[in-house]
């Protein structure tokens, strides 16, 4: 009773702070007591503190119950496939870390030290929820996590959250992070690969042409029909003339192409990441692998279709994205909180 | 211009309400009651000095009684106290040569004292006995008066006297005795 | 918590505006009610006080009455009693002027004072020194006297003089009191 007079006196407002390295979002919601409720979404840079205090202390104000809500970015943020304490000690050291048992049957947790050091950074405005990108990615896709074998990546823009669920149960999860954003580091990944594996690629590009079965498909040769319709090679963005060379016409042009260009970076470095956390997946004892063939991702920044086509060529996997809001995720998940 | 807040509008419901209570408060309870205050104040300082007025009139009229029971301390005993015969004799047989008291005799109340009549008979040797018992009567125990007839016969060297002797004391009168008893 | 690391604050709906007017206004009506608690409590210790007073002197006012009738009682028997003495006293002035009157020559065997009379017996050598020694004075005296006389045995004359006053004789004593 006493909170149906507080929803009816008051505006519900949901304050939501995703912070990565380059900018931060705000994300607030108002809830009215009539049921309406208005969108507000504001972009800082991280460096602008005083500007992002004003803006949460002005949302605020409005109205004495606010929930300030905020993703937990923290590189030792994890999620584990287990709930029992013997099982936990496998994975971290219990004491470190804050921890949240789902009722799936797996453990999602965070290093103390780091919501000590978050809280303390937003002390000034305080903090209701510290939320977990993991339990956020399970919730987006509540309705696929329950069937087959899938994997399932939240992107955000210094990182990467990774699990794989089957039946609502958690087999692997990792949280990736995308320390450096340079080409350079495409290039750091190459070497590591053995030079074993490297000659085993070699191999592999080899292909036998007998074993190949020419299909003498109609459909197919109608879509060639199209071609005219199909983009010239200078309309594409990876083989305009642009992009590849470095010295550019026009500062604004060689800015985009820059862009361009560090977009298929990040996005390969993403998928060099995916590919490596497959891997290890596959390999590490600690973990039931199984056999992956379906990824879904919740794109949360704007990824290009490169990575997408990566997964699929590179990997041979179904790749389906989705477009989320990740201030509105934490908003709802805000609201499931109290409710 | 900047949305005022609901809390804004929440705050001045209450300040406006909590106003009005406190001005109908003041109008119709307290100040009242504080005239009445004012009222009854003043009442009473009249009243109390009234009442000093009264208690010093109390103590004056107490020390007039006191007075005059001190100085007639002797009178009033004598009005309380019971005539008999025989103590009477016995007082002043001393005086004559022989005395005798006959006939206690309740008479009516004259002036709100109850009178009773005695009958005297005495022998004396002279007639100045007679003016010193006369004397004498005054300082009495009772407040007696010495009434006529009298008589006075001479047998011999003695003068046998009878005369008649109103002994006056307080009424017996419930009311009256209840009140001299105060 | 179901999904969050950290529990949410406590969010309560008086803000600190609220508070601060609702602590002002709290404390305006204290003031206000706990002044009219007094003055209630004033006045009815005033009325109180007014119904004792009144009851005091309702008593006082009885006590006075009371000593009131005492002081008239006393003031009575003192009178009563001054009266009775002065008139024992005078009555013993009196006999003794009328003994004095007697002279030495004539002797009595009998005296009746009587309220309005007098009525005395005696003896008497002879009717002049009685005429002139007794009766002309208690003739002067009283309003009527008589007189009359037996033969005794030794020649003297018994005599009977009764003599009357009209009024009061204890006036009369009490004049002649005044007058010696």
Known sequence: MFNNLKKFL????????????????????????????????????????????????????????????????????????TCSKEDKKLYYNSSDFENICTPEGWTYYTSKRDLLELQGHYHKVGLDFIFSPFIILSNFFIDKISNDIAMYILINEDNLVLSVFEDSKLFFAVNLDMENKDLDSNDE??????????????????????????????????????????????????????????????????????????????????????????NNFYQDTKYDSKFIETVYIADSVGISNELKKFLEEEMFLSVYVRKMNLGHELCELSKAELR | MSKITRQSIYILIISVFLFIFVLVFSFSSLIPEGKEYRKEKTQLLAQRQDLQRYQDFEAQTYDTLKKLQANNRHIIAAFDKEFLPERFVKKYKSSFNSLDVTKVQTLDLEEGFSVYDVKTSSQISSPAVFYKFLDEIN?????????????FVRDGEVLNSSFKMKVYSNSKDLNRSKLVKK | MKYSYIKPRRKSMLTPE???????????????????????????????????????????????????????YIEKQNALSQKIFTKNSVLKDSIKNLFDLVPQRITLSKAELLKNGLVLYGITPNKDVYNFMLHAPLRSIFHRTYSSFYPAKNGWLKFVSTNYMDNDIEKIMNEETNDE
């Open chain 1, 10 to 81: 008051y505006t519900q407002i949901y304050i939501n702070i995703i912070a990565n390295a380059q900018k931060t979002v705000i994300y607030v919601e108002e809830l009215h007591s009539n049921g309406s409720s208005d969108n507000f979404e504001e972009v800082f840079n991280s460096t602008q503190r005083v500007e992002i205090y004003e803006c949460i202390q002005a949302f605020a104000k409005k109205s004495p119950i606010h929930y300030i809500s905020i993703l937990d970015n923290s590189p030792s943020c994890g999620a584990i496939p």
């Open chain 2, 139 to 151: 300082k009495s125990d009772w407040i007696i008066a010495v009434n006529f007839p009298i008589e």
């Open chain 1, 189 to 278: 990944l190459l070497m590591d690969i053995d030079d074993d594996e490297e000659l085993d690629l070699e191999e592999s590009v080899d292909i036998n042409l007998e074993n190949v079965d020419v299909d003498d498909d109609v459909e197919l040769i109608d879509e060639f029909d199209d071609m005219e319709d199909l983009d010239t090679f200078d309309d594409m963005d990876e083989f305009s003339q642009d992009a590849i060379e470095e010295d550019s016409v026009s500062e604004k042009s060689s800015k985009d192409d820059f862009e361009d260009q560090n977009g298929f970076g990040v996005d390969y470095h993403r998928f060099s990441l995916i590919q490596s956390a497959i």
């Open chain 3, 18 to 72: 609220i508070k601060l007017v609702v602590t002002f206004f709290a404390m305006t009506l204290f003031m206000l009610i706990s002044t009219y608690v007094f003055l209630l409590i004033k006045n009815s210790q005033f009325q109180q006080e007014e119904i004792d007073i009144i009851e005091a002197k309702y008593n006082i006012e009885r006590n006075i009455k009371i000593m009131e009738i005492k002081i008239i």
